[in-house]
T-cell receptor
């Protein structure tokens, strides 16, 4: 079983739509959770950390459910510039080793 | 602040040759990581340095891969001899604090390695 699982998508949504991604992780001892964004042929860039109480950054909201071992990312009022692959990242038994999901591709269309 | 710098950005080599990738982390970042993404797969951990010491090299695929970080500044990742399955994108990342503190990494733009 993979450490981190994500729906690869693609999610095709119109501008202004709200879209949500989920990600599940296998290690109940994981402590750190992140969403990264990766544009085509570019490096991953940190979008936001995910905190136990949930957190929001502008149009982006991240939630953590430890009991069910999943994290989510909600994007409101989607922009064309949000089109990218969103990577779920979780640390493992070795807290300095991060595990990446394979990414969820988002296409926002006019 | 300069970001994480990697070079070369692309490298095409023949099977059996040697290639050395370099990573310059953000100044002051003690933690340096190497990750790679092979075609169609997720990004996977290779190893982690704290300053010049290898903290965890459990992700190194085999002894054809050698990573160094002399002096605790830049790092090199050498593949010798390269095989076809080594093709992929090699990312370096650095962080000031450890992953447990909830701080994410800053990634370099990667080296795209093609072994033919």
């Amino acid at each position: 079983r993979k450490e981190v699982e994500q729906d690869p998508g693609p999610f095709n949504v119109p501008e202004g739509a709200t879209v949500a991604f989920n990600c599940t992780y296998s290690n109940s001892a994981s402590q750190s959770f992140f969403w990264y964004r990766q544009d085509c042929r570019k490096e991953p860039k940190l979008l936001m950390s995910v905190y136990s109480s949930g957190n929001e950054d502008g149009r982006f909201t991240a939630q953590l459910n430890r009991a069910s071992q999943y994290i989510s990312l909600l994007i409101r009022d989607s922009k064309l510039s949000d089109s990218a692959t969103y990577l779920c990242v979780v640390n493992g038994y070795n807290f300095n080793k991060f595990y990446f999901g394979s990414g969820t591709k988002l296409n926002v269309k006019p | 602040e300069a970001g994480v710098t990697q070079f070369p950005s692309h490298s095409v080599i023949e099977k059996g040759q040697t290639v050395t990738l370099r990573c310059d982390p953000i100044s002051g970042h003690d933690n340096l990581y190497w990750y790679r993404r092979v075609m169609g797969k997720e990004i996977k951990f290779l190893l982690h340095f704290v300053k010049e010491s290898k903290q965890d090299e459990s992700g190194m695929p085999n002894n054809r891969f050698l990573a160094e970080r002399t002096g605790g500044t830049y790092s090199t990742l050498k593949v010798q001899p390269a095989e076809l399955e080594d093709s992929g994108v090699y990312f370096c990342a650095s962080s000031q604090d450890s992953g447990i503190d909830g701080y994410g990494y800053t990634f370099g733009s990667g080296t795209r390695l093609t072994v033919v």
